[in-house]
Structure formats: C-alpha cells, structure tokens
C-alpha cells in the first residue's frame, strides 16, 4: 500500500484557479427564477418574439418536468437554484481586440494562464466571462472562408434563418428537465457555421469562466458543420471557488453534414460547489465522422453524456471520456451512441479515476434500431481507484434491435497495483513519481489525443499535486 | 371490482375458505401471522412499472392479467396419475439421491435414500416441515433470504405460497447424487405459489435441480417461485432451475444464495419455456471466501420474453463471484439482462465478474443488456463484459465447407455457444436433457 501522504498527494483537489476577480455586471436578475425573469432575459437580449415565446414554452416544461431521481444527488439543487442568478451581463459591448478588454478580466485571463499562444497563434478565441462573450477575434483567412465563429446571440442577430433553421432541433426543450431549463434561460455561448468542403486546421477555441457568485451559467452552443467540412471546437471552464454551490447547465448542438468530420473538446474544471448538468448531442449524417473528447474533472456533480445520433449510412461516432473524482465530488459522466442507419460505427472509450471520497460513475447508451443493419459499436471503461473509501460505478445499457448488429461492452475496475508501485521504486523512483507515472499511464490513451497544450496541462496537475506529497 | 379487492378474496380463499384453509388451520400460529403481514406488504407495495429502472422492459401489468388468474388449488393428486408429460421429464433423469413431485403447487411424493435420512437429511413439502416444527423452517422461511419486504412478488408469494420444498443437510454430510424437484402445471389460468428452502450446514455437500413444466395453455398461468439458499461454512451446494413451461406460462422467480465463509453456492438459471420468463437472482457473499458461479442460459423464439435480474453482494473481504449469462434470440423474442456487481464498503480483496452475451438469429428479436458496476472498496478486481452479435460468420462457413447445410451449421453454432455455459456446471443428466431441450427448439426454427 502506498502511504497515506502518497495518497494524500495525489489528488488534483487543490483548486488553484480559486480567485475572485472583482468586477461589476452591469445587470442582472434577481435571485430565482420565473416567467419575467425570462422575459427580462429575453428584452435584454433584445429578442426576436418568436425567442421569447421559445422561452416561455420551455419554462414551462422546465417546470413541469419532476427532478431526475437517477445518477447523482440532486436533492440539494432546488435550494441551489432558488438562490441563483439566471442571468448577468458584465459589459454592453462586444470586445474586438484584446487591448480593449478591461484590466481586471484581463487580469482573471493571465491568472488562469491561458496560453500566450492560444491568442496569437489559435485562429478564433471566444473568450466567455460570465454571461456573455467579452472577447471574440477571428483569423482573417477564415472569415474570407465563410467561417461564422459567433457568440451565440450575435448568431441569432446576424443569421436569424440559420439559426431558426437548427435551434433547438438537436436537443427539444422537452428532451430533458435541465435541457428545458436552458432553453428557457440559456445566455451565452457559440454559433459556429462550418461552410461546405471548409477545413479548418486549428481548433476554434471559447474559453469561458464564471466569476460572479450564485451565477448559474447557462451557455449555449449551436454548431453547423457544412457536407464535407473539417473542424474541431474547443472548450474550457474554470471558476473560482465560492462557499454558496453554483450551478451551471449547458445545452451544445452540433449538426454534422454529409461526410464532414468534426471534434468538439471539453476540459471541465469547474470549482468543487459546482452542479455540472450538460446535453450535449451531435446528429450524423451520412458518412460523417463526429468525436467527442470530455474531460471531467471539476465540479461537485457532473452529470454529462455526449451523444451521437447516427442518423445517415456509415456514420461514425466516437466519445473519448477521462473522469477525475476527488473528495466529496461525483461524476456521473459517460456517452451515448444511438444508431439508426446501416453501416455506422461507434466507439466509446471511458477512464476514470476516484480518490479520498470520490465517487466517478459510467452511465452510457448504445442503442441500435432495427434496420441500423451491420451497425458496429464497441465500449470500453476502465476505473482506477486510489483510496478505501473511493468509489466507481458502471451503468451501461445496450439495447439492441437489429439482428446484423455487433456490440461489444467491456470495464475494468482496479487498484494501482503494488506490484507495480515496486517495480517502478526499484528503479529508483520515490513513491509519488512512481504514483504520477501509473496514473499518466493510465488516462493516456486520451490524454494523447488532446491538444497539446491540454494535455500539459492535464499531465502537469497531476504533476503539481504529487511533487508536495513526499516527506 | 378491483384488482385489491380480487386479490384479498384471493387470499381469503387460500388462506380463509378453501381446502387450502383448512389445511391452513394445521399450521403453526407464527406462519399465519407471517402470511398476514405479508399481505399487508402486498397490498401496501404498489405493482413494479416500467418507470422503475428495475423492471423498465418488463411490463407486468401489461403481460399479467394478475386480477383474472385463480389461485390454483386442488388435493393431493396420485403418482400413479402423474401427466404424461411429467413422466417423460422424470424418466429422463439420472440416479437422483431424493426426488419431490409437485403438482399445481401440491407436493404429491416424497422420496429420499434411506441412508441419508439416517445421516440426518431432511427432504419434506415445506409446509409439513413448518409443521413438524423444524427450527430453520420457522427462522429461516421469508426472513432473511427472499422475505415479503423485497417487493410486490416476494411478498404475494410469502403470503400465498402453497407448498415447496425443506431441504437440510447436516453437518460434514455429502450427499454426491442430486435432490430433485419435479413440478407441474396442469391448469390454465391459475397463479401458483412455490416457496424452496434449502439449508447446507457446515462442510455438507448437495446439489439440486428445479424443473417445471406444463403444457400450452391459451392463457396467462403465473408460477411464482421464492428460492432461499443458505450455504454455512465451507458447504458446497449447486441450485440448477430449469424452466420449460409451454405457452402461456408466466414464471417469476426471487432467487437469493447466502454463501458463508469459505461456501461455494453455485447457481445455473436456464429458461428455455413459457412466454414470461423474470428471475430476480441475489447472490450474497457474507464471508470471507465465500465463492458464487452463476451461470444462466436462456435461448427465446416467437414472442418469448426473458428478463433476468441479477446482483452479486459482495459483503465479506476476499470472497469471489463469477457470472456469465448466454442467450440466443430467435422469432420476436426479446431478451433482457440486467446484472449488479456491488462491492459493499470494507469487501476489500473483492474477485467479482460478471459476463453477458446475446446471439440475435432473427431480425425481429431484441436483446438488452445492462451490465452494472457499483464499487465502494479499492482493493478489488471486477470486470464485466457484454456482447451482442450475430452467428460467428466464419464458424458458418468453417462448417459448410465440411458439407453441413446451413440450418445444421447454425444449430451446431448455437448449441456450441450455449453449451458453454453447461460445460461449467456438469451436473448429471442436466448437460443432456437442456442440450436436448435446445435441439427439440432448434427443430422449429
């Protein structure tokens, strides 16, 4: 057994982006939520009136729809909820250059220590600060392609017929309690146009963080990628630490044309009082290729399964997920692939790690439909668990109704093993590098397909956490 | 009138009027109030719906016509008139060391080696062993194992349950050829009631093999079976069901197996019959080494529906379980597995798997598989699997190529893949008579 310092120096609890920046929202809402809170929402945005009664709809249903009585512990969240603040705006305009975004959030950015790299050399940066998108650049060469990268509500502005063509037709407010939420609150987030035949080889990027307390975030994100198109989307998300839980539900949409290929990235390192609750969802058509690649290692609760509705002849799905459960955090996170036409593929790929009381659980769909013929999915989660009091689930349904379809599920669970803790420190490691090194093995597989400036990320938390555990 | 209302005239007429009752009367207080509170649980305990996780693709209220069904009654029938149907299942077993015949819920013989009786060996109708006073039927019977509170089902059967089996096996005895149960059904439309009791002592050694049967019936006819299976230390103790009810049939099991230290109590379900097969199987390892294989097999056509619900308890450190479930689907029929590995906080040291596999033969049948994992511990090796595919194309054509036609390949290829699963529980006579059980199906594909 390692020692418990080892242990104790595991983890990648200690929350390093717990600063409060102060700044002022120049509105907001009251605490709570009802129909003229929407409304308000709403005239802020300066809305067009089939938005508002969109809105409306969706509270309704919001409303209506009881609490999910599955996957984590929601028993707290009404409370939660009463207390947050839908909606909050921090500045009037639209930032264009960097130099033009106050001091203060500039400050919040350089302290989180985004990469000099990701402003000059990265294409797009949406960089969203509370509620609203506060800096938004986009590489010339691109906008010359017909890229639209836009906050979502400039989308819904300048695009009103593609917008209206695609909104909320992935995910239907009455989809799910917290969907319908965001349907009828949702501020923020991005509109992505990927013209046809359009191949972007840098990842467009949003980072976004939540900053004013009792904020519920509540971003939106609606990508169409053209027939043939390539691109990948990238997104963060960091807050600091308040003592009141916060709350954050986003709704992402992605539409992927014939034979376009798309990536959407998430590194969710939400502060340890957050509720976690995402749809995302991607439709494939015809011999297109989506990829979703989730990391969760944030928040109190997430609760989050990127899905793929392979909707057209040889489409192909895949969902790479890693979890990171410390003290007192549960994540119930995992994917969904749901085939519907011939020949499509999927795959997913799930690693988790709990620590001290962490609990991270798998829950994942593979659903194929009769007439999804040759249809072939495979799914594979592997645990690691650190401590005695760690725990892990796995909640896999496999439904199938197609007599040519192949699905394979597999999962693992163990222990970092003391064979090969000794191992390593007979060739001269001390216990906590030999630790980091089986956990970097272990989430690996993923942390490689990651940009590269993630992925340092990703290796050098744990890193950190295990250089003060020795002595 | 109410499905309530029907259901206390029910149990008024099993345990209040009928021959049922004044049998009832012979029995000891304490059962009595045991059925009463079990029908308060009944009654208090709303029917399972597809909204709970539990029985999502099992809609008994739609496959259950629960108000119309009789409870099945009737006296002792003679061996003599045992149906023909009975006879040939029974003829077809090996040496059994003790065989009990039960007829619409009725035990109608009895039979034990003589030599074992003496050792100390007790096979009975559990309702005479509730009589006799066996201490273990009283302490035993719907309290730890499957008691009336696991849910609607358990506690119908707790309150109604008509007759079944005690089995007990002394101390450090080995009983080497297998105990039988025979049961069958003759009349549609009834709902009957079985409770199995079996105790191994320390060290003993048994194995026993459920069977029941009936012919087609044009109507819903529910069996409901609660299985209770204790395992002391260091006892070795097999449970084989074997489920071939004809049409019609409605078979719902609580099976629960608590394995002491160093116990093995391994179990094999295979549901071949009826129209509504639902097991609910619970698998407690209470000490340390404590073993449990549970196997299962399950091979559906027409409008079949199986649906088994399995959990392996892991409660005690340094105990070992091990499932593996296969199934073939053919016609429309649907398969369901819904399996729980939970390792409880403190099972350090936990050896637990779990593994379901599903062949689709048919582009109606429909095969679901839900493999969990709920670990609380972090020094254990669990893993799960589950697949669902097709006939293994090249084993085909391997086949073919040596001059089978196709329909012999494929019924070579199934049995192969579900014979597996009896390679791991060579139980004398069960091997032959499920293998001819699934060829007598294969026939009709």
Redesign the interface.
């Known amino acids: 057994m390692p020692s418990n310092e080892v242990i104790q120096g595991l983890g990648l609890d200690d929350y390093k982006f717990g600063f409060v920046t102060d700044s002022e929202p120049v509105f907001k809402t009251r605490p709570g939520l009802d129909e003229e809170v929407v409304r308000q929402i709403s005239a802020r945005k300066d809305e067009p009136e089939w938005m508002l009664k969109r809105r409306l709809k969706a509270l309704r249903i919001y409303q209506a729809k009881p609490m999910p009585q599955?996957g984590g512990d929601l028993s707290e969240l009404e409370e939660t909820l009463s207390r947050t603040y839908f909606y909050s705006k921090p500045q009037e305009q639209m930032e264009r250059s960097w130099d033009d975004v106050p001091e203060n959030i500039k400050q919040t950015f350089e302290r989180l220590g985004i990469p000099e790299a990701e402003r000059k050399i990265l294409a797009g940066v949406g960089a969203q600060y509370d509620s609203e998108m506060v800096y938004h650049s986009l590489k010339e060469e691109w906008e010359s392609k017909g890229v639209i990268f836009d906050s979502i509500e400039d989308g819904l502005k300048n695009h009103p017929e593609l917008f209206r063509k695609h909104f909320g037709t992935v995910i239907p407010a009455a989809d799910n309690k917290f969907a319908a939420l965001n349907s009828a609150v949702w501020s923020g987030g991005s509109f992505v146009y990927i013209p046809p035949g359009v191949q972007l080889e840098t990842p467009l990027q949003a980072y976004f963080r939540v900053n004013q307390e009792r904020l519920g975030q509540f971003e939106r994100t609606l990508i169409i990628a053209g027939e043939g198109s390539r691109a990948h989307y990238i997104e963060g998300c960091t807050a600091p630490v308040y003592s009141t839980d916060s709350f954050h539900s986003g709704v992402i949409e992605i539409v992927v044309n014939r034979d376009a290929y798309f990536r959407y990235t998430t590194i969710q390192n939400w502060s340890n009082n957050m509720y976690n609750l995402v749809t995302q969802r991607a439709l494939v058509q015809q011999g297109a290729h989506m990829e979703w690649l989730d990391g969760n290692l944030g928040s109190k609760l997430t609760m989050k399964y990127p899905s793929c509705y392979l909707m057209g002849e040889g489409a192909h799905g895949e969902i790479l997920s890693i979890a990171y459960a410390g003290d007192g955090q549960h994540q119930d996170t995992g994917g969904k692939v749901i085939h519907v036409a011939p020949r499509t593929t999927s795959s997913i790929v799930s690693k988790s790690i709990s620590k001290g009381t962490g609990r991270a659980s798998y829950r994942g769909l593979c659903k194929v439909y009769?007439g999804a013929s040759n249809a072939r999915s495979n799914v594979e989660c592997d645990?690691l668990?650190?401590?005695?009091?760690?725990?892990?689930?796995?909640?896999?349904?496999?439904?199938?109704?197609?007599?040519?379809?192949?699905?394979?599920?597999?999962?693992?669970?163990?222990?970092v093993g003391d064979e090969q803790l000794f191992y390593l420190m007979s060739r001269g490691m001390d216990e906590a590098e030999a630790m980091a090194l089986i956990v970097r093995g272990f989430i690996e597989p993923i942390a490689k397909e990651l940009p590269l400036e993630y992925a340092v990320e990703l290796n050098r938390l744990i890193e950190l956490e295990m250089e003060g555990s020795v002595g | 009138m109410t499905q309530t209302a029907v259901m206390r005239e029910d149990v008024r007429r099993a345990i209040g009027r009928t021959a049922v009752l004044e049998e009832g009367a012979a029995d000891p207080g304490w059962l009595n109030a045991r059925r009463e509170e079990a029908w308060d649980i009944y009654e208090a305990t709303p029917l399972p719906s597809t909204r709970s996780e539990e029985w999502r693709y099992t809609d008994v209220a739609r496959l259950l016509p629960l108000d119309e069904l009789e409870p099945a009654a009737g006296g002792p029938a003679r061996v003599a008139a045992l149906p023909e149907g009975l006879r040939r299942a029974m003829a077809q077993d090996r040496e059994s060391a003790g065989r009990i015949v039960d007829v619409d819920g009725r035990v109608v013989s009895v039979e034990l080696d003589e030599a074992l009786a003496a050792q100390g060996v007790v096979l009975s109708s559990l309702r005479e062993a509730a009589r006799a006073g066996m201490p273990e039927v009283e302490s035993l019977l719907a309290t730890e194992a499957v008691p009336a509170s696991d849910g609607k089902f358990a506690a119908l059967n707790a309150a109604l349950w008509s007759d079944g089996v005690f089995l007990y096996v002394p101390r450090g005895v080995r009983v080497d050829r297998t105990i039988r149960l025979s049961r069958w059904i003759s009349r549609p439309g009834t709902a009957t009631f079985t409770r199995i009791l079996i105790v191994a002592e320390e060290l003993s050694r048994l194995s026993f093999v459920d069977e029941i049967l009936s012919p087609d019936f044009s109507s819903a006819t529910l069996v409901n079976t609660a299985v209770e299976l204790f395992s002391r230390g260091g006892a070795q103790v097999q449970y084989v069901s074997l489920q071939r009810m004809g049409e019609g049939g409605v078979y719902l099991a609580n099976q629960r197996t608590l394995a002491e230290r160093d116990s093995t109590l391994d179990t094999l379900n295979v549901a071949l019959g009826g129209s509504v097969g639902r097991v609910d199987l619970n698998a407690r390892l209470l000490g340390p080494g404590a073993n449990s294989d549970m196997l299962g097999l399950y091979f559906g056509d027409s409008n079949q529906h199986f649906d088994f619900n399995t959990s392996q308890d892991h409660v005690a450190p340094n105990a070992h379980s091990d499932l593996l479930y296969k199934g073939a689907l053919d016609g429309a029929a649907r398969g369901i597995f819904r399996g729980i590995i939970r390792v409880h906080d403190g099972a350090q040291g936990t050896d637990a798997y779990q593994t379901n596999r599903n062949l689709i033969l048919s582009d109606e049948a429909i095969s679901t598989s839900l493999p969990n994992l709920e670990i609380e511990a972090d020094d254990v090796r669990c893993s799960h699997g589950a697949t669902v595919g097709q006939l293994d194309a090249e084993a085909l054509f391997y086949l073919m190529s040596r001059g089978l036609r196709r329909e012999q390949a494929e019924r070579l290829v199934v049995l192969g893949f579900l014979g597996e699963v009896l390679s791991k529980l060579p139980l004398g006579g069960v091997v032959e008579k499920v293998t001819q059980a699934i060829e007598a199906k294969l026939r009709y594909v």
């Not at chain 1, 760690?390 to 222990?415: C, L, M, N, Q, W």
Request: hydrophobic share 30%.
């Open positions: 599955w009769d645990a668990l650190i401590n005695e009091t760690s725990r892990t689930d796995t909640f896999p349904y496999i439904e199938i109704d197609e007599k040519s379809a192949t699905v394979g599920h597999e999962a693992t669970v163990s222990k």
